[in-house]
């Protein structure tokens, strides 16, 4: 079964400081597709930003952007110029492509807290 | 721009009665799930459905649940007699496709908060 960790449960940055949040996880899958999910105090889920395992390139949503790290099962988030809105729950969460379902797995979740 | 819709925003039921929680996912979206999120924990998967079946379910989706698409637009959680340790916030969510591209992606409806007493 697949795992997904975050390791910082809650992290804080200045505001238009960059900050960079952590996630590793465990799959013996080559192919599967990882995400970042923003959870505000209004608790929605929101999609941050995308990564298909099988691309080398880095995604990058404005000022959202990852390092993904295939071989060392990394997958962290860094936020530019770090907005108040920013503050919230992030969490990791890994989707096999295969034949082992199309369920997510997430982390535990970061906190992060902007300082203005 | 389209949005997984849940209701009620939140439910306070009696230990040992039935609940439903209701969702009207994207239109266009064939798969559906639920999760929940224990206040302070990670979310956890609850179960997939897809063509009006079950595609996949956890251990934690047990006899107590079902789920239904009762008609074309509504998906539904239901829990038969409710425990203390269900309290919890209920996510659903939907997605076009499985797969590849863009179209796997699972947006959520902002959630149901059930409060067993």
């Known amino acids: 079964a697949q795992t997904v960790t975050q390791s910082q449960p809650e992290m804080s940055v200045q505001e238009a400081e960059t900050v960079t949040l952590s996630c590793t996880y465990d799959?013996?899958?080559?192919?599967?597709?990882l995400f970042w999910y923003k959870q505000p105090p209004s608790r929605q889920m929101i999609l941050v930003i995308r990564?298909?395992?099988?691309?080398?390139q880095n995604a990058t949503e404005n000022r959202f952007s990852v390092n993904f790290q295939k071989a060392a099962k990394s997958f962290s988030l860094k936020i530019s110029d770090s907005q108040l809105g920013d503050a919230a729950m992030y969490f990791c969460a890994y989707r096999s492509s295969g034949s082992s379902g199309d369920k997510l797995t997430f982390g535990t979740g970061t906190r992060l807290a902007v300082r203005p | 721009e389209p949005e997984v819709t849940q209701t009620p925003s939140h439910q306070v039921t009696q230990m040992g009665q039935e609940v439903i929680l209701r969702c009207v996912p994207i239109s266009n979206h064939l798969y559906f799930y639920w999760y929940r999120q224990i206040l302070g924990q990670k979310v956890e998967f609850l179960v997939s459905f897809y063509n009006n079946e079950i595609s996949e379910k956890s251990e934690i989706f047990d006899d107590q649940f079902s789920v239904e698409r009762p008609d074309g637009s509504n998906f539904t959680l239901k829990i038969r007699s409710t425990k203390l340790e269900d309290s919890a916030m209920y996510f659903c969510?939907?997605?076009?496709?499985?797969?590849?591209?863009?179209?796997?992606?699972?947006?959520f409806g902002a959630g149901t908060r059930l409060s067993v007493l």
């Open positions: 799959t013996s899958e080559s192919d599967y597709y």
């Open positions: 969510a939907s997605s076009e496709a499985r797969g590849g591209g863009l179209k796997n992606i699972q947006y």
């Open positions: 990564q298909e395992a099988y691309k080398q």
